[in-house]
């Protein structure tokens, strides 16, 4: 089992800036791909960004030059740092993880279905 606790999240507006942490504990952390799902209400959840254990990172188009995401294996934490926020950003934030099982395709990390083990979620709400 792995458990998941993100905080950060809050109201800011348009522009602004909020950086989500995610710690994480029970399996060794550096041998998981850690992700941000995020979902707003009456819409599905939607992939933001990932990182793999060897530190690739991946991004939805919509993120890209805006969010960061990163990890520190040292304190078991990954983050995403979110700049140049937009209402459309506005969502509750999952941090989620699973096993890397290593190769070179990526594509299973990028939606929502792969991921087994997910934390309570954090809300974003940028204000216009």
């Known amino acids: 089992q792995v458990q998941l606790v993100e905080s950060g999240g809050g109201l800011v507006q348009a522009g602004g800036s909020l950086r989500l942490s995610c710690a994480a504990s029970g399996r060794p952390f550096s041998r998981y791909v850690m992700a941000w799902i995020r979902q707003d209400i009456g819409k599905e959840r939607e992939f933001v960004a990932a990182?793999?254990?060897?530190?690739?990172?991946y991004y939805t188009d919509s993120v890209k030059d805006r969010f960061t995401i990163s990890r520190d294996n040292a304190k078991s934490t990954v983050y995403l740092q979110m700049n140049s926020l937009k209402p459309e950003d506005t969502a509750t934030y999952y941090c989620?993880?699973?096993?890397?099982?290593?190769?070179?395709?990526?594509?299973?990390?990028?939606?929502?279905?792969?991921?087994?083990?997910w934390g309570q979620g954090t809300q974003v709400t940028v204000s216009s």
């Open positions: 990182i793999r254990t060897d530190d690739t990172t």
């Open positions: 989620v993880a699973t096993f890397d099982y290593g190769g070179p395709d990526y594509r299973p990390y990028l939606g929502p279905t792969i991921y087994a083990y």
